[in-house]
């Protein structure tokens, strides 16, 4: 968390809050500094850290799944996408499921590959 405090967002600009948010998380995402498949911070503690609102987040966080930067997980997070030439869809679809498998049922970690019959 601590790497997103020194986002600096100008209340006072003619860019919305929200965007300033999304542009910074993007640029991280593409010098690398957040990788694939990192979950983000949850809403409400990124919100008090950067001393904003929790819809501004909410906001940033659409913004950037609009633009393809992250993916979000009903009832689990927002994570960093793949970049062009990463994991497929279907391979992505297995990540998903196995996130799933191992919150519901702890079968195993989230990073190891499905078996396929």
Request: proline share 4%; net charge positive; aromatic share 8%.
């Amino acid at each position: 968390m601590r790497e997103f405090t020194s986002i600096q967002l100008n209340k006072q600009g003619l860019t919305p809050v929200y965007r300033q948010l999304g542009d910074a998380f993007c640029m991280l995402i593409e010098r690398g500094a957040l990788k694939p498949h990192r979950k983000l911070p949850a809403i409400r503690k990124l919100a008090n850290s950067l001393k904003v609102n929790n819809d501004t987040v909410v906001n940033a966080y659409k913004y950037m799944e609009n633009k393809g930067a992250v993916y979000t997980i009903t009832g689990s997070g927002t994570y960093v996408a793949p970049i062009h030439g990463g994991l497929n869809d279907e391979e992505i679809n297995c990540c998903v499921t196995d996130c799933f498998r191992v919150k519901a049922y702890g079968q195993r970690k989230a990073w190891m590959p499905m078996e396929r019959n």
